[in-house]
């Protein structure tokens, strides 16, 4: 909103100074700031509410040291992170952005379904929270969402195009060419490949001329498919103090660095990348996601004061997928989300494992002490404070070898 009444005092009345708020890195800034601070100073009010509400976590017997000790602590605490994040998006974005606004319909649809779950768990007394066939349906829905207004929507164009014949014009916002070839496109990035755009389209071309237009046949199921995945990796991932929002905040900064460069048409020239017009505004939205992960690991650090439960995890898991199908990087997440991979293929391993030893010997045996594989760490006697901080690590370097992969070709 404030961004509509900036551009007012600078266009119409000339003040002098209004114009910064053209700049996109002038207003990541100041979400980051306004988040950061929402996060801290309110979160602390949010966590009294949820006290106050008697919204505390039920711990099952799982045998893990420190974990009767966290019986009662509120959770819910995703609700500080959805509005830490809303606030600044529509004081500071362009909220008529269609990237934006899918992030921002990303952010209330995953939240309600965390939401839900957390209102059974809490308040229903069902341990099992929402049925697994309801979120699903509701991640689904999400994914035909997002995949038929990024395959549909005129307003998402790509130029893989950089640097043929432009002629650059510089303006606050951005940088514009006068000969803009903009064009409808399923292409994405394949990392490690110097050619490395590859179209989705191209999965049915033998199915003779004309197949282009049937792209939303493979487009739409992939997107359904990663958003589904993803929130869920989120979701197993959140099980200790700390360990989900950090995680996350590593993988979602790295995602706005490929926003950034990908929505300006000089750094995507350079890189040799995709250019996505418009597509810059997402770090607006990043800035504001990173800020309120970084004010609730304030809180949710070890000893956590508040859990993120489904309210949180579903919703960071959702967002992190929709940026990057948005910036054409999907086929980055198993890199630079390698811890919640991990989390799931640990959860996948240990019950396809137990079912099969089960069946063929009549005894289930574990590949893992318990999945996912934090807890297994827990039960090797690892406090969970340095099995954070080693995930932290690892999603660090896996956060590099992702930005990297924009020369490493």
């Known amino acids: 909103m404030l961004y509509y009444l900036f551009e007012y005092l600078d266009k119409t009345l000339n003040i002098s100074g209004t114009g910064v ?55 819910m605490g995703g609700l500080i992170i959805i509005f830490a994040t809303l606030v600044p998006v529509m004081l500071f974005a362009k909220l008529q952005n269609i990237y934006v606004l899918l992030l921002i ?22 341990k099992q929270g929402l049925k697994g066939i309801f979120k699903v349906f509701g991640q689904v829905g999400l994914g035909l969402i997002v995949g038929a207004v990024l395959y549909f929507s005129p ?5 893989t195009d950089t640097g043929k014949g432009d002629v650059f014009r510089v303006t606050t916002e ?18 490690f490949f110097k050619n490395n755009e590859f179209d989705y389209a191209e999965l049915l071309a033998w199915t003779g001329e004309g ?13 359904i498919f990663i958003i589904t995945a993803v929130s869920n990796g989120a979701n197993l991932t959140d099980g200790i103090d700390g360990l989900a929002a950090g995680t996350s905040a590593i993988s979602v900064l790295a ?23 418009n597509s810059g505004e997402m770090t607006v939205f990043i800035a504001a996601f990173v800020g309120s992960l970084i ?22 898991g959702g967002i992190i997928a929709v940026l990057a199908i948005a910036v054409r990087k999907e086929l980055l997440i198993p890199l630079l989300c390698g811890v919640f991979l991990v989390e799931n293929l640990s959860v996948v391993i240990q019950v396809s494992y137990f079912k099969y030893t089960k069946k063929r010997f009549g005894d289930g045996k574990r590949v893992f002490l318990m999945a996912p594989l934090h807890h297994h760490y827990q039960k090797k006697g690892y406090h ?21 992969t924009l020369k490493l070709r």
Do not use: C
């Not at 952010?107 to 059974?120: A, K, P, R, S």
């Not at 951005?174 to 990392?191: F, L, M, Q």
């Not at 969970?384 to 990297?404: C, N």
């Open 211 to 223: 197949y282009e237009k049937w792209a939303w046949v493979i487009f739409i199921p992939v997107v």
């Open 255 to 277: 995602l706005g660095i490929f926003t950034f460069v990908s929505g300006n048409i000089i750094f995507s020239n350079y890189l040799n990348i995709m250019y996505i017009p």
């Open 105 to 126: 319909v990303t952010t209330l649809w995953m939240g309600t379904i965390g939401f839900v779950d957390d209102y059974i768990k809490i308040f229903k007394k069902d």
């Open 155 to 159: 307003a998402v164009t790509v130029r």
């Open 295 to 316: 004010g609730f690991l304030w809180y949710n650090s070890y000893p956590a004061s508040v859990f993120m439960g489904d309210t949180g995890s579903l919703t960071i």
């Open 384 to 404: 969970e404070s340095k099995i954070v901080t080693r995930f932290w690590i690892v999603a660090i370097l896996l956060a590099i070898l992702s930005i990297i």
């Open 174 to 191: 951005n940088v514009i060419t006068e000969t803009p070839v903009e064009e409808k496109s399923t292409a994405t990035t394949i990392p």
């Open 21 to 75: 708020f053209q700049y996109i890195t002038f207003r990541s800034a100041l979400a980051f700031i306004l988040s950061l601070l929402l996060s801290t100073i309110y979160g602390k009010r949010i966590i009294r509410f949820l006290q106050n509400q008697q919204v505390g976590e039920t711990v099952r017997e799982l045998g893990l040291a420190g974990q009767n000790e966290k019986a009662g602590t509120p959770t």
